[in-house]
């Protein structure tokens, strides 16, 4: 099993840069297959960026893509998402996620979350 816990969200203005963290506890961080996801007011969760275990797989959603940029630190635990050039459709809680083994876009593949950190883009 392993623990999560977001940070780094925060308000800010349309244009700016923010990174998130994700830090892992329990289980080896290194056999998970880690995700981003987020869910804005009255919307459904959606997929944002997952990596791999070895950070060879990262695919993005159509809207990530190009702006953020997901990374994993496995010495340290910590899984990342810098996000540049945030507008306010970006605004939403952000979730880290994991999985063993497998790399997917799919909420429901994912075993484990954290409690998730605000982000909200003013313009």
């Known amino acids: 099993q392993v623990q999560l816990v977001e940070s780094g969200g925060g308000l800010v203005q349309a244009g700016d840069s923010l990174r998130l963290s994700c830090a892992a506890s329990g289980r080896t961080f290194s056999d998970y297959a880690m995700g981003w996801f987020r869910q804005a007011p009255g919307k459904e969760r959606e997929f944002v960026a997952a990596i791999s275990q070895s950070s060879d797989d990262t695919p993005y959603s159509d809207s990530a893509k190009g702006r953020f940029t997901i990374y994993r630190d496995n010495a340290k635990k910590t899984l990342y998402l810098q996000m540049n050039s945030l507008t306010p459709p970006d605004t939403a809680v952000y979730y880290c996620?994991?999985?063993?083994?497998?790399?997917?876009?799919?909420?429901?593949?994912?075993?484990?979350w954290g409690q998730g950190t605000q982000v909200t883009v003013s313009s």
């Open positions: 996620a994991a999985e063993l083994l497998l790399t997917t876009t799919l909420a429901k593949n994912y075993a484990y």
